[in-house]
C-alpha cells in the first residue's frame, strides 16, 4: 500500500540546535517533493520544493535532501528558533500532468528557548 | 491583501444541514483545488478544478458539489451534512500544473452537531 511517514511524535530540540525532520514514502514515484510549514488554525504555508534529480536545496536556514533510492526526504532547520515551533508537512507531487500533493501526516517540531 | 480566502472561518451546523463554503483567490492563478484536514491532521486532496474545469475528483461523496464560476472562485457545496464531515477544509491555488507551490487558505473549521 502507499504510504507518506512523518514521524508522528513531536520533535523537542533547544533553541540553536539543529532540527532533522523525516519523510519516508512506500510505493509512490514522486517527481517534486515539497515541504510546508502549518500554524495552529491557519493553512500550510509552502517552504521548499525539490525535483527528483536534485540531491539538495536550500533557503536561508533550511535545508531538504531528496534520496529517490531510499525513498526519503530530510528536512533541516538550522540555528534553531523559538518561532519555528509549528508542524511541517512533506507533501510528493507524481506529476501525472496536473499537480495532486500527498501529504504525509506532519511532524510537529517544539524549540524551547 | 489576503491571496486565498475563504468564508466563513468557523461553520457549525446540524446533521442533515446543506451548506456552502466559498473561496477566492488574487493570485491570478488557474487551478485551484479543495483539501481536507481530518482531526487526525491528515490533509487530503478532495477537488482540482483548471480554469473552471474539474480535473481531479477523489472519490468524494456526491454530496459534496464543488462549482467554479470563474478561475478565481471556487466554493463548495455540501449536502445533507453528517458526522463525519466534521473537519477543516482548506482552499489552494497554484500557478500552473504540477511542480509549483500551493497557496493555502485559512481553512474553514466545520462542525456538523
Known amino acids: 500500500s502507499q504510504k507518506i511517514e512523518q514521524n508522528s511524535e513531536a520533535l523537542n530540540i533547544q533553541e540553536g540546535k539543529t532540527a532533522t525532520l523525516t519523510c519516508n514514502y512506500t510505493?509512490?514515484?514522486?517527481?517534486?517533493l515539497q515541504w510546508y510549514r502549518q500554524d495552529p488554525g491557519r493553512g500550510p504555508v509552502f517552504l521548499l520544493l525539490?525535483?527528483?534529480?536534485?540531491k539538495e536545496k536550500r533557503k536561508e536556514r533550511l535545508k531538504v535532501t531528496f534520496d529517490t533510492t531510499l525513498k526519503q526526504s530530510l528536512f533541516h532547520i538550522t540555528a534553531s528558533q523559538p518561532a519555528d515551533s509549528a508542524t511541517y508537512l512533506c507533501a510528493l507531487d507524481m506529476n501525472t500532468g496536473f499537480q495532486k500533493l500527498v501529504f504525509g501526516t506532519g511532524t510537529r517540531l517544539l524549540v524551547s528557548p | 491583501d489576503t491571496a486565498v480566502s475563504q468564508t466563513p472561518k468557523y461553520l457549525v451546523t446540524q446533521m442533515g444541514n446543506d451548506k456552502s463554503i466559498k473561496c477566492e483567490q488574487n493570485l491570478g492563478h488557474d487551478t485551484m483545488y479543495w483539501y481536507k484536514q481530518d482531526s487526525k491532521k491528515f490533509l487530503k486532496i478532495m477537488f482540482s478544478?483548471?480554469?473552471?474545469?474539474?480535473?481531479i475528483n477523489e472519490t468524494v461523496p456526491n454530496r459534496f458539489s464543488p462549482k467554479s464560476p470563474d478561475k478565481a472562485h471556487l466554493n463548495l457545496h455540501i449536502n445533507s451534512l453528517e458526522l463525519g464531515d466534521s473537519a477543516v477544509y482548506f482552499c489552494a491555488s497554484s500557478q500552473a500544473q504540477g511542480n509549483t507551490e500551493a497557496f493555502f487558505g485559512q481553512g474553514t473549521r466545520l462542525t456538523v452537531v
Open positions: 525539490i525535483r527528483e534529480n536534485e
Open positions: 478544478y483548471n480554469n473552471k474545469e474539474l480535473i
Open positions: 510505493n509512490y514515484s514522486p517527481a517534486y
